[in-house]
């Protein structure tokens, strides 16, 4: 099966846009959690979305937003952008809702504020 | 809310040597994952940790669930070049909480 795929790998934005992620997970799997990594705060759960509905919700303002779609690809938006935004975005599939599964996670989106 | 310390932040070893690694969790959890991310690459799982006083090994590395839930620790015995990476703990309730990681370098 293929991997998580997430796009795009790299991007760069000015403080006060916003940007959209996407994230296909693996065939099969219909919840996806979306996590920012950081060097100061490390891995910090965003959402997960099952089921085309947020099941979960970290502790993230509202400028933190995502879907899902009926083919449980899921995206991922963040607007009016700010300095410190600027992160590995992560998305992680698994089987069944809940983080209590197994996840699977892709590459990241090196998203990059200036 | 839910907190989970891992220690140590970083581990520096000379191949053959042991390792391990300590999380701790403020409330008790449902469950705790593990997962190793190399450098540059993403999280990738190792394993979950259910029962209480729960001991699982894959290989050289051994994988313990506190009797009350609520710490963890992944030793590696004999560690070896290919060990190095961050290993980080998730502490699962509601949601995942995961610790800092505990970055292990190692000397051949």
């Known amino acids: 099966k293929a991997g998580v795929t997430q796009t795009p790998r790299y991007l760069i934005k000015t403080r006060g846009q916003q940007v959209t992620l996407s994230c296909s997970p693996i065939?099969?799997?219909?919840?996806v959690s979306w996590y920012q990594q950081t060097p100061g705060q490390g891995l910090q759960f965003l959402f997960e979305?099952?089921?085309?509905?947020?099941?979960n919700k970290g502790n993230f303002p509202g400028r933190f937003s995502g879907r899902q779609f009926s083919n449980s690809r899921s995206e991922m938006n963040v607007s009016t952008l700010e300095l410190g935004d600027s992160a590995l975005y992560l998305c992680a599939s698994s089987l069944g809702q809940g983080v209590s599964y197994e996840q699977y996670f892709g590459p990241g989106t090196r998203l990059t504020v200036t | 809310g839910q907190q989970v310390m891992q220690i140590p932040q970083y581990q520096h070893v000379q191949e053959g040597e042991d390792f391990t690694t300590y999380c701790n969790s403020s409330t008790t959890l449902s469950n705790i994952q593990w997962y190793k991310q190399r450098p540059g690459g993403h999280p990738v799982f190792l394993i979950q940790?259910?029962?209480?006083?729960e001991v699982k090994k894959q290989k050289r590395l051994t994988f313990q669930f506190g009797e009350a839930k609520k710490n963890s620790s992944l030793h590696i015995t004999a560690t070896q070049t290919t060990d190095v990476g961050t290993y980080f703990c998730?502490?699962?309730?509601?949601?995942?909480?995961f610790g800092a990681g505990t970055r292990l370098t190692v000397k051949p």
């Open positions: 940790l259910v029962k209480s006083g």
């Open positions: 979305y099952f089921s085309e509905t947020q099941r």
């Open positions: 998730a502490g699962v309730n509601n949601d995942m909480r």
């Open positions: 065939s099969g799997h219909r919840s």
